[in-house]
């Protein structure tokens, strides 16, 4: 209902402006500071008292004059508060706004745009266990491809996998050359990457370390697997795999921990062998802005703002990971309306030049998007770390998992529900509540922001983290199986909801409501700008509706059945527009706490 109501507000807006003669380009429609009592406002009368050449507050009173109400459905009133135009929804958008969240576990998804997008995240090089410093990069893509699902588009999840670079090169030769008794140490966990790693350290120590004849000779076969990744020798592509395909397994088995899970995993060596690399190469080449300096070829993208040439082509002929995605994107435009990638920051100059080079090849990068985040840390002394592994994702989620089990049960005797919680119920929370408070940690700060995880605030559940508001969700569950056991009419998925949206009557029931008709325009919103994050925002500012709301309106003992019923409704609409918000950010909502 507030899309609905927002595009009215637009409407109305754009007419009474046109009708004083003023400019409609910037409405500045806005949602109004706290102590305003509006659903919508505008700040156009800023911008405009040049333009007329009086005072804000006279402005705005013009503007709210020259605005007619009567065609719209949700549109009631308009008044102004100081420089601001303030636009009211009635008694229909709240009813409608029950009506449609009561009995809808959809609610906030929106229609389908019929529009395709690949949304590529994690693409960590397969040579060994997920570190929790690139952790922001899975948490981050999963909620940015989740959030797009609920805006309507049509999203498929990939995985990069770079196959084809000197990091896999030393990887396949260390395999190939040392046994396990030139290993050092046991493998941090049992699990395929945790062993295989071991190889590529040893194989990188030995090219730091040994002989200058034995490097020269270990470079030669590296530089031999390159060369045959390059020129398509099936046995060579077959060696790279083997490595390639269990290290990745690995992996696939950590990510699937957070969850986050992909639809395909492309390799960049499809790209060399179906020949488009090298066609992208000789494209370039042709181009008037492609030098050969330096034994390569490069690309000059000062007409792009980029003082850094790309390197496309080495003199030996061999293409770069760069030329390789270059073909790769033309593949997602191929087959997708648009395409989205999360890249840490140290890739942004990569993907300045990749937006360059494939505008001059004559694409439309329109369809491209980026999401560039910094990198998680943890403060010193919080968490042990594996010698010579570094902290990786599975030691934060073990830890995450096992801080969350002491802290539910620590709360057992305060409980305000008197469900008997077994070792599974425990366990099954400590997994939702733990790796809940990770994801949303992470997922709730601006990607373009630096943090620092911390424990205590992560999974403080007076504060807002993740059991904050999972406890809202939790909370309705429960008074909603609360009222079923007494008889009480509990809406139900896909039935209608025929209550009175009026006898709700408190301010915190009305706020709650005005909360959960702002949801589906959060989604849009977070869809539109690729910004998850404030889906989190959203979740917080809505527990603390929830919570007023619980604090001051008994539902199952209202004093009347009449009132218990719209408040059971607005309970029904407040545990899906929460537990859709939360899986939207890829965290579980528990049903019990």
Not at 30 to 45: H, I, Q, W, Y
Not at 257 to 263: S, V
Not at 577 to 592: F, R, Y
Request: with cysteine; glycine share 6%; net charge negative.
């Amino acid at each position: 209902m507030f899309r609905q109501f927002r595009s009215e507000v637009e409407s109305a807006l754009s007419d009474a402006l046109a009708s004083l003669d003023l400019p409609t380009d910037d409405l500045g429609i806005e949602r109004p500071p706290d102590e305003m009592d509006a659903t919508l406002a505008s700040s156009v009368a800023f911008r405009l008292a040049g333009v007329v050449g009086d005072a804000p507050p006279n402005v705005a009173s013009d503007v709210a004059g020259a605005v007619d109400v009567g065609p719209y459905d949700y549109l009631v009133s308009v008044d102004t508060a100081g420089p601001y135009v303030n636009f009211h929804a009635g008694e229909r958008y709240l009813a409608d706004t029950l009506a449609a969240a009561a009995g809808d576990e959809t609610y906030g998804t929106l229609p389908d745009r019929e529009t395709s997008v690949v949304v590529e995240h994690t693409s960590a090089n397969p040579t060994g266990p997920v570190h929790v410093g690139r952790a922001r990069n899975p948490i981050v893509g999963d909620a940015v491809a989740n959030v797009l699902e609920y805006a309507g588009y049509d999203v498929d999840r990939h995985y990069y996998v770079n196959d084809a670079g000197r990091q896999m090169a030393v990887f396949t030769w260390a395999y190939e050359t040392f046994d396990e008794s030139d290993l050092e140490g046991e493998p941090a966990r049992d699990r395929v990457e945790y062993d295989l790693v071991r190889y590529y350290r040893r194989g990188n120590a030995y090219l730091e370390t040994a002989d200058p004849d034995d490097v020269e000779a270990a470079e030669a076969e590296i530089s031999a697997i390159l060369q045959g990744l390059e020129e398509g020798d099936e046995e060579t592509y077959e060696r790279v795999g083997e490595v390639v395909d269990a290290v990745l397994g690995g992996m696939k088995a950590c990510l699937a921990r957070l969850p986050a899970e992909f639809d395909e995993f492309v390799k960049e060596t499809r790209f060399m062998r179906d020949g488009s690399t090298d066609e992208i190469a000789a494209r370039l080449k042709e181009s008037d802005h492609a030098v050969y300096e330096e034994d390569a070829w490069q690309l000059e993208l000062d007409e792009w703002g980029i003082d850094k040439n790309l390197v496309f082509l080495r003199s030996d002929g061999t293409s770069l990971y760069t030329t390789r995605d270059l073909a790769h994107h033309e593949w997602k435009f191929a087959n997708y309306d648009r395409a989205v990638t999360v890249l840490g920051e140290d890739h942004k100059l990569q993907a300045d030049q990749l937006g360059g080079a494939l505008e001059l090849l004559g694409n439309d990068t329109d369809a491209l998007g980026h999401v560039i985040y910094s990198y998680v840390n943890l403060p010193d002394g919080k968490m042990s770390t594996r010698e010579g592994t570094g902290v990786m994702l599975d030691d934060l989620l073990d830890e995450a998992i096992d801080r969350a089990r002491e802290a539910v049960e620590s709360r057992m005797d305060d409980r305000i529900r008197d469900d008997d919680l077994t070792d599974a119920d425990v366990e099954r929370i400590a997994h939702q509540v733990g790796i809940g408070a990770v994801r949303y940690d992470i997922v709730s700060k601006q990607p373009a922001k630096a943090i620092t995880f911390e424990w205590e605030e992560a999974l403080d559940f007076e504060a807002q983290s993740a059991p904050f508001v999972q406890y809202v969700h939790a909370r309705c569950c429960g008074i909603l199986a609360e009222a079923a056991e007494a008889g009480a009419d509990v809406p139900e998925p896909g039935d209608p909801v025929d209550v009175d949206a009026v006898v709700l009557e408190t301010d915190e029931a009305e706020a709650l409501l005005r909360e959960v008709a702002r949801f589906p325009a959060v989604v849009e919103s977070a869809a539109e700008d690729l910004e998850p994050h404030t889906i989190a925002t959203f979740t917080r500012e809505f527990a603390d509706a929830y919570n007023a709301f619980y604090r001051e309106c008994p539902v199952v003992t209202a004093e009347t059945d009449e009132l218990r019923d719209a408040r059971l409704a607005l309970v029904a609409a407040a545990r899906y527009t929460m537990a859709n918000a939360l899986d939207a950010l890829g965290v579980e909502a528990p049903e019990s706490m």
